[in-house]
Nanobody
Framework: EVKLVESGGGLVQAGGSLRLSCAAS????????IGWFRQAPGKEREGVAS????????YYADSVKGRFTISSDNAKSTVYLQINSLKPEDTAVYFC?????????????????????WGQGTQVTVSS
């Protein structure tokens, strides 16, 4: 069974950094893409970063390019999201998700409809 557990969220000041972790079980990164999404109250879920099967490609939303970095550690079955230069508008619950659908293009890998499995989320709050 696929299980995803996020951690690493917290309260930080604007300009600070966080590293979020997604511990994955029942997943091989050869077969599954991992995406990071966020959802703020009253807003739709937004894809921010993803890494495709076999770590072949990474994708980022325009709003986070240059600040967010997604990476994976296959030995630890963990995907990370390094977030730098945090802004108050980054405040949201951050989710990781897994998909075994093979596709291409940022639209698909940053779209929540691609993903089959979801974690419970970790709260990131950025103070101004």
């Amino acid at each position: 069974e696929v299980k995803l557990v996020e951690s690493g969220g917290g309260l930080v000041q604007a300009g600070g950094s966080l590293r979020l972790s997604c511990a994955a079980s029942g997943v091989t990164f050869e077969d599954y893409a991992i995406g990071w999404f966020r959802q703020a109250p009253g807003k739709e879920r937004e894809g921010v970063a993803s890494i495709s099967q076999n770590n072949e490609k990474t994708y980022y939303a325009d709003s986070v390019k240059g600040r967010f970095t997604i990476s994976s550690d296959n030995a630890k079955s963990t995907v990370y999201l390094q977030i730098n230069s945090l802004k108050p508008e980054d405040t949201a619950v951050y989710f990781c998700a897994a998909s075994d659908v093979v596709t291409s293009g940022s639209y698909y890998y940053l779209h929540d409809g691609l993903y089959d499995y979801w974690g419970q989320g970790t709260q990131v709050t950025v103070s101004s």
